[in-house]
């Protein structure tokens, strides 16, 4: 759950979901347990603005290595959610992402 970080830059939190990202914006999850390994990330947003937005997830800070990269697009209304999806490569064991 993306409101359950353990830190952030620039964002917005709300009960259930993180809101208003802008470039530079990230969040911190500590101790993540990807287990023996995970090849896949699937993320439900809203995107109420045309353009699009690139998501990264990296391994200990916001240079850290790159596991994986999601491009969100337009989704018609900040109420309008879809679900996207990107490989990950290297992403096993215990990691603050």
Known sequence: ?????????????????????????????DNVNLGSGYTKLQVR??????GNRKVEVRVGSTTGTKL??????????????VTGSTTLAGASGIKTL
């Not at 830059?9 to 999850?29: E, L, N, P, S």
């Open 1 to 29: 759950q993306a409101e359950q970080y353990s830190a952030q830059q620039g964002i917005t939190k709300y009960a259930t979901y993180i809101g208003f990202c802008a470039a530079g914006d990230w969040v911190r999850f």
């Open 45 to 50: 947003y809203a995107k109420g603005l045309t």
């Open 68 to 81: 994986g990269e999601l491009t969100t697009t337009f989704t018609g209304d900040w109420n309008t959610y």
